[in-house]
């Protein structure tokens, strides 16, 4: 019976979207555009597990947050949007610092591959939309602490 209501749990825990065994840390991020520096609080995803994981399963998310995928040096990446519930801008950022793409508005719940285009040290996944009403483009600045 205990074996029961420990996989009960489990269950519920995944589908209520928790990440118990997958827990991120977070840091500040800045990314400076030609307009203005816009800061973010963002979860840091820097293992298998958690690039895996990612935002999966989030029903929304407040406008100033979203996630950093840090990698140990450059590398193409590729994302998706499999159990993702809201719209992403993702920002592929290289190893200088410098964005290199913005994938905007991705589509939730899609399988379709989201590539890099180039090879980058970190992806940032932002609320749908911003990056655009922000004015943040390639070749704009990101700073980041390290995660805590």
Do not use: C
Request: aromatic residues 10%; hydrophobic residues 45%.
């Amino acid at each position: 019976m205990r074996l029961v209501l420990a996989a009960v749990f489990v269950l519920l825990g995944a589908a209520s979207g928790r990440a118990a065994d997958t827990p991120f840390g977070e840091t500040e991020l800045w990314i400076e555009s030609a307009e203005a520096r816009h800061h973010f609080f963002v979860e840091v995803a820097l293992t298998d597990r958690q690039w895996s994981r990612g935002l999966m399963f989030r029903k929304d998310m407040a406008p100033d947050r979203g996630m950093l995928f840090r990698y140990d040096g450059e590398r193409p990446v590729a994302m998706w949007m499999k159990n993702t519930f809201i719209p992403l801008d993702m920002v592929f950022v290289g190893a200088d610092g410098r964005i290199k793409r913005i994938a905007e508005n991705t589509t939730p719940l899609s399988l379709e591959t989201i590539y890099s285009g180039a090879p980058v040290q970190a992806v940032i996944e932002l609320n749908g939309g911003i990056t655009r009403r922000l004015g943040i483009a390639p070749g704009d600045r990101v700073i980041y602490k390290p995660a805590q």
